[in-house]
Nanobody
Framework: QVQLVESGGGLVQAGGSLRLSCTAS????????MGWFRQAPGKEREVVAT????????YYADSVKGRFTISRDNAKNTVYLQMNSLKPEDTAVYYC????????????????WGQGTQVTVSS
């Protein structure tokens, strides 16, 4: 089992930045691919970004490319999502998730989920 706790969400104006953090406990963090996903009201959950266990591979949704950066620190059991140039359409609950695979971009591959953190971007 892997337990995940997100932090760093909040209210920010359009054009601003936030950094989300997700700290894991349980099984060795370095064995897992990690991902950030989001769900806006009335919409399905979607992938935002994923990173391989070794951090050598990353994936970004087209909607966030060039604005968001995913990274991880295996020594701290933490994965980050740096979000810049935020837009109102980025408003959502953001979830951190872990996959038993070394790298995964499909949401179905992620078995362990955090409770989510709200990000609200005002116009």
């Amino acid at each position: 089992q892997v337990q995940l706790v997100e932090s760093g969400g909040g209210l920010v104006q359009a054009g601003g930045s936030l950094r989300l953090s997700c700290t894991a406990s349980g099984r060795p963090f370095s064995n897992y691919a990690m991902g950030w996903f989001r769900q806006a009201p009335g919409k399905e959950r979607e992938v935002v970004a994923t990173i391989s266990w070794s951090a050598t591979s990353t994936y970004y949704a087209d909607s966030v490319k060039g604005r968001f950066t995913i990274s991880r620190d295996n020594a701290k059991n933490t994965v980050y999502l740096q979000m810049n140039s935020l837009k109102p359409e980025d408003t959502a609950v953001y979830y951190c998730a872990a996959s038993g695979l070394s790298y995964a971009t499909n949401m179905d591959a992620y078995a362990y989920w955090g409770q989510g953190t709200q990000v609200t971007v005002s116009s």
